[in-house]
């Protein structure tokens, strides 16, 4: 009876029930009905859309309901303005709201909401679904500010990887922020990125492979038959030790597969591809998100690899 009130994430909220002419106590009967749950003061949700959705669509829901109660003031920022441009949500916290006031608002958090004080020109910002967000180099900056230095590599090389930032834009937005209190940290973060990383799993790796010491690989190698015929393009080579590291996401399997073609057929399809790099005399290593929460052992193994190639 409510759903025409609802966004297109099943998102409502009270103001245009009552509106509507559905008053408090009604709304109340629809949470203990199990009909609404209440995401935040005034925000709600269809409770079966809610129940099956992700964390990361719950986060857009609360971001739908938050931003439509908010005028021009604030803009969307930080981690949440990222999740809307698509970036990965790995170890990134789903749980507040994150804008970043306009006209000079304390820095606060609030029913489900984080406010930050920044200071934001008419470069900073543009408007997206019908509301301020910060842009990609302000969100991207903004972000690693916030996140830890490994979610926020993946995060940055996510930005860099789909052409929404240059490395270049980046360092110039930054070098106009000498005086922000993150400029170093920031800083750091951005040297350590890569635009040819491609996923998570490929960023955590690059990074394990630099905090360990080992030689900077090659990333995103394309390799040929000696007659030309393309094999295929590796995550990571290290092409004068002959040696390869292919991380094994599910990605890779589930999202990258040919039209037609099942899990079992893109694995298959991968193992031959394999065979055919260690007929041309290629190391080939599988790496998985296993190696990268325990890493000790694989590491050795590589390293041992590596030495022995170059010897």
Not at 14 to 34: Q, T
Not at 47 to 76: C, F, I, K, W
Request: glycine share 8%.
């Amino acid at each position: 009876m409510i759903e025409h009130l609802c966004d297109d994430l099943g998102v409502v909220l009270r103001r245009d029930m009552v509106a509507a002419g559905i008053h408090d106590s009604a709304i109340r009967r629809l949470c203990r009905g199990g009909v609404l749950v209440r995401l935040r003061h005034g925000v709600y949700a269809l409770a079966g859309r809610l129940e099956q959705s992700t964390p990361r669509q719950r986060h857009a829901m609360l971001v739908s309901g938050v931003m439509r109660l908010y005028g021009d003031d604030v803009a969307l920022s930080h981690t949440s303005a990222s999740l809307e441009y698509g970036s990965p949500d790995w170890q990134v916290p789903l749980g507040l709201v994150h804008m970043t006031d306009l006209f000079g608002a304390g820095e606060r958090t609030q029913a489900s909401v984080r406010h930050h004080h920044g200071e934001c020109d008419v470069h900073d910002v543009t408007r997206r679904n019908g509301h301020w967000i910060t842009t990609p180099i302000r969100t991207a900056l903004d972000v690693a500010s916030v996140l830890p230095r490994e979610a926020a590599v993946c995060t940055l090389d996510w930005f860099l990887n789909q052409s929404l930032v240059t490395r270049d834009e980046l360092s110039a937005a930054l070098e106009r922020r000498t005086q922000w209190q993150h400029h170093l940290d920031v800083m750091v973060k951005l040297d350590a990125t890569s635009a040819e990383s491609e996923s998570v799993g490929e960023s955590r790796a690059r990074l394990l492979f630099q905090d360990h010491g080992l030689p900077r690989p090659v990333l995103q190698l394309d390799l040929f038959e000696p007659d030309g015929t393309f094999i295929g393009r590796v995550d990571f080579a290290w092409p004068e030790r002959k040696v390869i590291v292919e991380f094994d996401g599910k990605v890779k399997y589930r999202e990258h597969r040919r039209p037609g073609e099942s899990v079992e057929e893109a694995v298959m399809r991968e193992k031959r591809r394999e065979d055919r790099l260690r007929a041309q005399g290629w190391l080939v290593v599988r790496m998985t998100w296993q190696d990268l929460e325990h890493p000790g052992q694989f590491v050795a193994r590589l390293r041992t690899l590596v030495a022995r190639a170059a010897a």
